[in-house]
């Protein structure tokens, strides 16, 4: 971080075959040894399986996936005085979006057996049936933060 000044944001271009900024964000957070050909690959393949299964757009079944993924509020470590305190915080909409496609990846990858784009498509489809690993990481989260209510004013 700066001392003085911002970090200007970049600008996120839209990915090549929906000109989504979403899920250009989504394949960049998969990429691995900046293999970007073979993220891409995995998520548009994930998106063929769930236009199939789905019956319907997959960028907005994909788009309705990541919202029902992202978290709201999450708690962040605070020391006062000799104690630390898990003090609830609203989250800024692009973390949640960041913490929300790290999410959807990480419990696709811990699915079983099949190829990663089987694994990738069934997370999506149960974060859009509001179930699966990831959707339960955000009800954690928020369950976390709503117990730590009480720590609230200790936010700045």
């Not at 994909?62 to 609203?90: C, H, M, W």
Request: net charge positive.
């Amino acid at each position: 971080m700066p001392r003085r000044g911002t970090i200007k944001k970049r600008k996120v271009v839209g990915d090549q075959k929906y000109g989504s900024v979403l899920i250009a964000k989504f394949i960049s957070s998969l990429l691995k040894e900046g293999k970007k050909s073979t993220a891409e690959r995995i998520v548009y393949g994930a998106l063929d399986q769930i236009q199939a299964k789905a019956k319907e757009d997959p960028l907005k079944a994909f788009e309705k996936a990541i919202d029902n993924v992202r978290p709201l509020l999450e708690t962040k470590s605070r020391r006062v005085g000799g104690a630390t305190y898990q003090v609830p915080i609203e989250v800024d909409m692009s973390r949640s979006i960041s913490v929300g496609c790290r999410w959807l990846i990480h419990y696709a990858q811990e699915r079983g057996g099949r190829t990663m784009v089987d694994k990738l498509t069934a997370e999506v489809l149960d974060a859009l049936a509001n179930k699966g690993g990831a959707v339960k990481k955000r009800e954690d989260t928020h369950k976390m933060a709503e117990a730590n209510r009480a720590f609230a004013h200790y936010r700045w």
